[in-house]
């Protein structure tokens, strides 16, 4: 079977640091890209960052370059993303997905193949 493992989240103050995880299995993780998208209830679903185990190319979503950082263990099937200088507006529930195909970090993520559970983020005084 197909699993997205996400772990991670919690409640933090703002200007505070998280990691994320994302754990892969079922599926042969270095021919797959993987990546993180957050939605808030009543808004659409955002892309933040996506990671290519194929190549290690990376891209960020405008509003977290600089803060947040992707990064891939293939020897432990997990994709991280390291959140540094959260912003209440990064409160969000986190899901990963994984596609044989990278994408731009302003895809929706509708058509990707496989998605994990949501981990919840709260940045909050």
């Not at 370059?65 to 994709?79: C, L, M, P, Y």
Request: charged content about 20%; some cysteine.
């Amino acid at each position: 079977d197909v699993q997205l493992q996400a772990s991670g989240g919690g409640l933090v103050q703002p200007g505070g640091s998280l990691r994320l995880s994302c754990v892969a299995s079922g599926f042969t993780f270095n021919e797959y890209a993987i990546g993180w998208f957050r939605r808030v209830p009543g808004k659409e679903r955002e892309g933040v960052s996506m990671i290519s185990n194929r190549d290690g190319s990376r891209n960020y979503a405008d509003s977290v370059k600089g803060r947040f950082t992707i990064s891939s263990d293939n020897a432990k099937n997990t994709v991280y993303l390291q959140m540094n200088s959260l912003k209440p507006e990064d409160t969000a529930v986190y899901y990963c997905a994984a596609d044989p195909t990278v994408w731009s970090p302003y895809y929706s993520g509708e058509h990707l193949k496989y998605w994990g559970q949501g981990t919840q983020v709260t940045v909050s005084s």
